[in-house]
């Protein structure tokens, strides 16, 4: 069983639409990650978050320390979004241990 | 600042040969990650580097070894190649010191195909 948990694997959205994005972990974190990765591989930090919620653009991500569960969410969305996002958690020794990946698909 | 570098991006190579990948981070980055993305497993974390020792290191066979310099550029060696050693091959640099969590930059990645 993966310790990270994403929902949905696959999600496609039409130009505009808001997207939420899910992430679980089963044990206390220190901090989260947010991941972008693109076709071709590159892998882009979003956030790192250990609580509340921030902001950058039109990415907004939130984390709920006691529930083990964060969020991050895409405001107009637009089909340069199109991409896998990944959650990872911090582990004891502080290296990341990651979700599976949500594959995003915002059509025109 | 330029962004972490690796080379080769791509590499080809025969079951049983073995390869080294290079990274280079952030200047002025101590800490040195890597990690392997394949279709089945995902991500997964091989070893970190700080100040040229390793501080962590994950749930890989030997073959897998790696090393950091002075200068805190780091290589990544896999022996005896298999062919589930395919994959995208990550380095990430941070400014970590000890037991924090940190913010990561990740370079563009290997990939490597075994044949």
């Known amino acids: 069983k993966n310790e990270v948990e994403q929902s949905p694997q696959n999600l496609t959205a039409q130009e505009g639409e808001f997207i939420t994005i899910n992430c679980s972990y089963s044990?206390?974190?220190?901090?989260l990650h947010w991941l972008q990765q693109h076709p071709g591989g590159g892998i882009v930090s979003l956030f790192m978050l250990s609580s509340g919620k921030k902001k950058h653009g039109r990415l907004i991500a939130t984390i709920n320390i006691q529930e083990k569960h964060s969020s991050l969410h895409i405001t107009a969305s637009h089909p340069r979004d199109s991409a896998v996002y990944i959650c990872a958690r911090v582990g004891s020794q502080g290296n990341l241990i990651f979700g599976k990946g949500t594959k995003l698909s915002v059509k025109p | 600042k330029a962004g972490v570098t690796q080379t080769p991006r791509y590499l080809i190579k025969t079951r049983g040969q073995q390869v080294t990948l290079s990274c280079s981070p952030i200047s002025g980055h101590r800490s040195v990650s890597w990690y392997q993305q394949t279709p089945g497993q995902g991500l997964q974390f091989l070893f970190e580097y700080f100040s040229e020792t390793q501080r962590n290191k994950g749930n890989f066979p030997g073959r897998f070894s790696g090393r950091q310099f002075s200068n805190s550029r780091s290589e990544m060696n896999v022996s005896t190649l298999e062919l589930g050693d395919s994959a995208l091959y990550l380095c990430?640099?941070?400014?970590?010191?000890?037991?924090?969590?940190?913010?990561?930059?990740f370079g563009p990645g290997t990939r490597l195909t075994v044949t």
């Open positions: 990430a640099s941070s400014s970590a010191g000890t037991g924090a969590p940190y913010e990561q930059y």
């Open positions: 044990v206390g974190i220190s901090a």
